[in-house]
């Protein structure tokens, strides 16, 4: 957890039921619409990352542009988008990985890392790791090097952290949500 991870876990908003029965929705809206509570999630994570001379953010779509993009600008790194299928205009490499119902495909351009280069990983949630390790998958596969993946938010009753951590990666996530919380 973060200096500031009962904070901002204080202004996520449960929902409910929602998007169908019995899931608890953790909304991070309430963060974005408090400059405060912004400013310390960003700080939460340039604080953590601003010694390990990172050449990157790979930042997931979408809601892990909404935090990725702001920590690149900190640290003076660049920003990647790692997108859905069919987004990105120029050539492209793909992983396709598992849903609970299906499949689904992200995808970077093929020119976005150069051997060794060291990257950040971020979306803004992590429930069963399947697009954390789909796009850790694509920065390897490009010559990159995941430093370590990063989100707002780990649900570990899902299993995605510890997916994450048996593939080699480390995990960071500002705050942690139980199913009952």
Same mark, same amino acid.
């Given at each position: 957890?973060?200096?500031?991870?009962?904070?901002?876990?204080?202004?996520?908003?449960?929902?409910?039921?929602?998007?169908?029965?019995?899931?608890?929705?953790?909304?991070?809206?309430?963060?974005?619409?408090?400059?405060?509570?912004?400013?310390?999630?960003? *700080?939460? !994570?340039?604080?953590?990352?601003?010694? #390990?001379?990172? &050449?990157?953010?790979? @930042?997931?779509?979408?809601?892990?542009?909404?935090?990725?993009?702001?920590?690149?600008?900190?640290?003076?790194?660049?920003?990647?988008?790692?997108?859905?299928?069919?987004?990105?205009?120029?050539?492209?490499?793909?992983?396709?990985?598992?849903?609970?119902?299906?499949?689904?495909?992200?995808?970077?351009?093929? *020119?976005? !890392?150069?051997?060794?280069?060291?990257? #950040?990983?971020? &979306?803004?949630?992590? @429930?069963?790791?399947?697009?954390?390790?789909?796009?850790?998958?694509?920065?390897?596969?490009?010559?990159?090097?995941?430093?370590?993946?990063?989100?707002?938010?780990?649900?570990?009753?899902?299993?995605?952290?510890?997916?994450?951590?048996?593939?080699?990666?480390?995990?960071?996530?500002v705050c942690t949500f139980t199913e009952h919380e």
């Amino acid at each position: 957890m973060s200096i500031y991870g009962d904070y901002i876990k204080s202004v996520i908003r449960t929902v409910p039921d929602w998007p169908q029965p019995g899931v608890n929705f953790r909304d991070i809206t309430p963060v974005l619409q408090n400059s405060a509570a912004f400013r310390k999630l960003i *700080d939460s !994570f340039v604080h953590r990352y601003q010694e #390990l001379n990172l &050449d990157a953010i790979a @930042a997931i779509d979408a809601r892990g542009f909404i935090i990725g993009a702001p920590v690149a600008y900190e640290l003076g790194c660049s920003f990647v988008p790692v997108r859905k299928k069919g987004k990105l205009p120029f050539k492209t490499i793909s992983e396709t990985y598992t849903l609970e119902y299906g499949e689904s495909t992200v995808e970077l351009h093929s *020119d976005a !890392f150069r051997e060794g280069d060291r990257i #950040l990983v971020m &979306d803004d949630l992590i @429930a069963t790791g399947g697009t954390m390790l789909a796009a850790a998958s694509l920065i390897q596969r490009s010559g990159g090097q995941v430093v370590e993946t990063a989100t707002i938010i780990d649900l570990p009753e899902l299993g995605g952290a510890q997916k994450i951590r048996d593939a080699g990666h480390g995990v960071f996530a500002v705050c942690t949500f139980t199913e009952h919380e």
